[in-house]
């Protein structure tokens, strides 16, 4: 079921409110640092800041994204264009827990927690890898542009599939990833544009390497 009335009905109400109250900026948690890479594969931790954009036949929904991911942590977060957070996903040691509308839900599945309780679904355990224009081994990449990065792919293993599109590419925090990215799955379309990117570490003799150096 892709029905965004829900989250269409959440995200109205949290931009009234956040007219009337100040909302806090996301930062990045202080045991982590940002550092720069030369590919994306070197990045076990990472931030990402985008739009991101949904449509179905009956809705549409427009919002501010930001991804937090380490390696035992995945932390989504959508948010109005003030800044109030509509819904949080956390995803650690097997467990997820989805806030949305002042409540929490929680479930081992966080694509079955979040189509459950919202009516829509991203692909939110694949999505980490597409992001920073990665491929799953089971990911079927039907197209590659002329530098052999990933053009379109589908998911042969999902009923229906993702069809994934890459749609333009950047540089961010010293590596190449996508900026734009177009799927499908059915009557549902995403668009998601990834305009921050930032590597980062937990460890400490990353931290000393990438200190300026002094002549």
Known sequence: MNNLSYLTKM????LLLSLSLLTACTTTPSYLTPIDVENV?????????GRLAVKTPDDNLSSNIYWLHTTDRDELRLTTPLGTTVLTLVSQQGETTLEVDGKQYQHHDAQQLLSNVTGWSIPVDALPLWITGQVAPEDDVTSSDQQMRPKRLVTPKHSPTWQVEFKSWQQQSGAELPRLLQLRRGALSLKLQISQWQALTTDKQDQLDNLPKVD
């Open 41 to 49: 594969a070197q990045a076990q931790s990472w931030e990402m800041k």
């Open 11 to 14: 995200f109205a109400l949290a």
